[in-house]
């Protein structure tokens, strides 16, 4: 197994972590996930999935529950989510 492979595994089980520590209402916890997963991807120079990257706030590094601390809104052909701490990101999709 190349080291290429166990980081995309160890970003996938971190993404999972950070997920089940947000429902369970540890953000804190989750951001320290979400941390550590980018640090992996940087070290090993690889690309964080999109699963990864549209639930997760590239300023605060909380991982992002829509209704809960991120709000969504569909605006002329993209979407734009909003985390609490004001950061927005914008991803475009197809009608």
Do not use: W
């Amino acid at each position: 197994m190349s080291t290429e492979e166990i980081a995309r595994e160890r970003i996938e089980r971190l993404r999972e972590l950070a997920r089940d520590a947000a429902v369970a209402g540890r953000e804190e916890r989750a951001r320290r996930y979400v941390r550590r997963a980018r640090r992996i991807a940087e070290r090993n120079r690889l690309a964080l999935p999109r699963s990864f990257v549209r639930f997760t706030c590239d300023r605060c590094d909380a991982y992002l529950r829509p209704g809960r601390n991120a709000r969504v809104r569909l605006q002329d052909g993209h979407v734009v989510v909003t985390c609490d701490c004001g950061h927005q990101a914008r991803y475009p999709y197809e009608e």
